[in-house]
């Protein structure tokens, strides 16, 4: 990673990613959300990488891909935060990539089963 001056730490106006912004600079920020990923599985790890991907942005400029052809079971609801008892038999990437979408309505997800 590369040292952020002074300068790349400015943020003229405030935005959810304000904070990022100050840590990371704005270069590396405009990286992140401009990132074309493709993510396997909306389970236990894939919710908690949606939920990040949405507090960070990532994808928010690029694309992001997800598939689980695995449906939501009674089960799920204990492990995963983003389901509720009505996603029960839904696809789990369908589910996960609105939940997430209503955390950062400017993320760019797309689901596939």
């Not at 949405?54 to 689980?68: H, K, N, R």
């Not at 995963?80 to 789990?92: E, I, S």
Request: glycine letters at 6%; a negative charge; proline letters at 2%.
């Amino acid at each position: 990673m590369t040292d952020c001056t002074d300068e790349d730490r400015i943020v003229s106006s405030p935005s959810r990613y304000h904070e990022l912004i100050e840590l990371f600079g704005n270069d590396f920020v405009e990286k992140l959300q401009k990132v074309r990923t493709f993510l396997v599985g909306a389970g236990a790890l894939g919710c908690e990488f949606l939920k990040f991907f949405a507090l960070f942005g990532i994808g928010a400029q690029g694309q992001v891909w997800c598939t689980d052809n695995d449906s939501i079971e009674v089960s799920n609801l204990n492990r995963q935060f983003l389901f509720r008892n009505a996603d029960v038999t839904h696809f789990k990437s369908e589910v996960a990539c609105r939940e997430a979408k209503k955390m950062n309505p400017s993320l760019n997800l797309n689901a596939q089963r």
